[in-house]
């Protein structure tokens, strides 16, 4: 049973350059969160998505960040003109309905803007 | 506003001594309690769990001790091991709440275990 599938690990981008991040859920799992970890800092939420549907993107920043999870296939988030301070780690995590306090971590996408 | 604050950032212990570290919690409402273990490269992986009914909870050579009135609570790693190098995260979330799938998070503890 394959567990929560991240890529790219890394990614460069340049100042400008959209990024794409990516994340397969466990098998089983219909639940999607989304985590950035800065530098020195702990995770924080981005975004909760279920099937097509968005639940709670509190936690994104208003501008250039959007998120998704269609029907087929995996998650994805997007990131539009990178600025260096969205340099991070950012994970993805999935659970099956009602389990969400027990998700279940990615490897994480490293982002890089130079 | 930080509402899950961990401490301390960094702790070296040496191989067989007790790690113990600390987290403290703002929001009353939070009534779930896990603390995730991180290694270099990987995603936070979960440890152990407390939910507020319970005073401890013991998995192994993990604890967790917990004080309601305090609003704070500690993980306790006994004869701790080189191979417990790891950054650790304790975190927040509201199970019964209408946010029960935030996790908020403590900033981290690098702990090393010299051999």
């Known amino acids: 049973n394959a567990g929560v599938m991240q890529n790219p690990r890394h990614l460069v981008r340049r100042r400008g350059q959209e990024a794409r991040l990516r994340c397969s859920p466990m098998?089983?799992?219909?639940?999607v969160y989304w985590y950035r970890q800065l530098p020195e800092e702990g995770l924080k939420f981005m975004v909760y998505?279920?099937?097509?549907?968005?639940?709670?993107e509190s936690g994104m920043p208003k501008e250039r960040f959007s998120a998704e999870f269609p029907k087929e296939g995996p998650s994805i988030l997007r990131i539009q003109q990178v600025v260096r301070g969205d340099s991070a780690a950012y994970f993805c995590?999935?659970?099956?309905?009602?389990?969400?306090?027990?998700?279940?971590f990615g490897q994480g996408t490293r982002l890089t803007v130079v | 506003q930080q509402q899950v604050k961990q401490s301390p950032q960094s702790l070296i212990v040496q191989k067989g001594g007790i790690s113990i570290i600390n987290c403290a919690y703002e929001n009353t409402a939070f009534d779930y309690f896990p603390w995730y273990q991180q290694f270099p490269g990987k995603g936070p992986a979960l440890l152990i769990a407390?939910?507020?009914?319970?005073s401890e909870k013991k998995e192994g050579r993990f604890t967790i001790s917990f004080n309601k009135s305090a609003k704070q609570f500690s993980l306790h790693i006994m004869d701790s091991q080189p191979g417990d190098s790891a950054t650790y995260f304790c975190?927040?979330?509201?199970?019964?709440?209408?946010?029960?799938?935030?996790?908020?998070f403590g900033k981290g503890t690098l702990l090393t275990v010299n051999p």
């Open positions: 998505l279920q099937k097509e549907n968005i639940i709670d």
């Open positions: 407390i939910r507020p009914d319970v």
């Open positions: 975190a927040a979330s509201r199970i019964g709440g209408g946010s029960n799938y935030k996790l908020t």
């Open positions: 995590a999935s659970s099956p309905p009602g389990g969400a306090y027990q998700a279940f």
């Open positions: 098998k089983g799992h219909s639940h």
